[in-house]
T-cell receptor, first 110, second 121 residues
Framework: DAKTTQPPSMDCAEGRAANLPCNHS???????VYWYRQIHSQGPQYIIH???NNETNEMASLIITEDRKSSTLILPHATLRDTAVYYCIVKSPGSEKLVFGKGTKLTVNP | GAVVSQHPSWVICKSGTSVKIECRSLDFQATTMFWYRQFPKQSLMLMAT?????????EQGVEKDKFLINHASLTLSTLTVTSAHPEDSSFYICSARGIPSGQDGTYYGYTFGSGTRLTVV
């Protein structure tokens, strides 16, 4: 499975931007980068996904480097409700499966 | 938007009994459904992948006779934990994959249910 590397934990002050990095140096040319988050005892929630261009939606922005070997998820104005484990996922070529790593536990502090 | 309904949200059963968990895609057709299991303080572990009308594909180490998966329609998949034991106590989560985006921009790629907390006593 395509491997991603994320820091195990991060802290962010409420109201500030949260920037969550992800390395995916073995990503293939046509696989997307997906970001999900899981709030305690809930199912994962879709945040955003992208291929090579930067993407933005109502929840977040996704910045993908030109070589596609890393990306950053940006929550522009973090709130306490954004405290969760954030997963960066890249599928293996030809696979349908989303395989979860350990993710980054983001704690938003008041 | 894309919604996946999973029931029950929690269940307690006696050791040796079977438990069925349902996963429904409410507003889209799911070409593929996935079942995950999550133990406390761990990440999600994929158990199996199922396509409508065909047998599920199980991940290595997952007992197919213990975790029965039925995917009878494009909107419904069920996971039955047979002869449950305390070590099967876990958080079970389904995911449904539909068409990547709807006409209104709604994402129907991989949408997850809210999970089922199974406790076997």
């Amino acid at each position: 499975d395509a491997k991603t590397t994320q820091p195990p934990s991060m802290d962010c002050a409420e109201g500030r931007a949260a920037n969550l990095p992800c390395n995916h140096s073995t990503i293939s040319g046509n696989e997307y980068v997906y970001w999900y988050r899981q709030i305690h005892s809930q199912g994962p929630q879709y945040i955003i996904h992208g291929l090579k261009n930067n993407e933005t939606n109502e929840m977040a922005s996704l910045i993908i480097t030109e070589d596609r070997k890393s990306s950053t998820l940006i929550l522009p104005h973090a709130t306490l409700r954004d405290t969760a484990v954030y997963y960066c996922i890249v599928k293996s070529p030809g696979s349908e499966k989303l395989v979860f790593g350990k993710g980054t536990k983001l704690t938003v502090n008041p | 938007g894309a919604v996946v309904s999973q029931h029950p949200s929690w269940v307690i059963c006696k050791s040796g009994t079977s438990v069925k968990i349902e996963c429904r895609s409410l507003d889209f057709q799911a070409t593929t459904m996935f079942w995950y299991r999550q133990f406390p303080k761990q990440s999600l572990m994929l158990m199996a992948t199922s396509n409508e009308g065909s047998k599920a594909t199980y991940e290595q180490g997952v007992e197919k006779d213990k975790f029965l998966i039925n995917h009878a329609s494009l909107t419904l998949s069920t996971l039955t934990v047979t002869s449950a034991h305390p070590e099967d106590s876990s958080f079970y989560i389904c995911s449904a994959r539909g068409i990547p985006s709807g006409q209104d921009g709604t994402y129907y790629g991989y949408t997850f249910g809210s999970g089922t907390r199974l406790t076997v006593v």
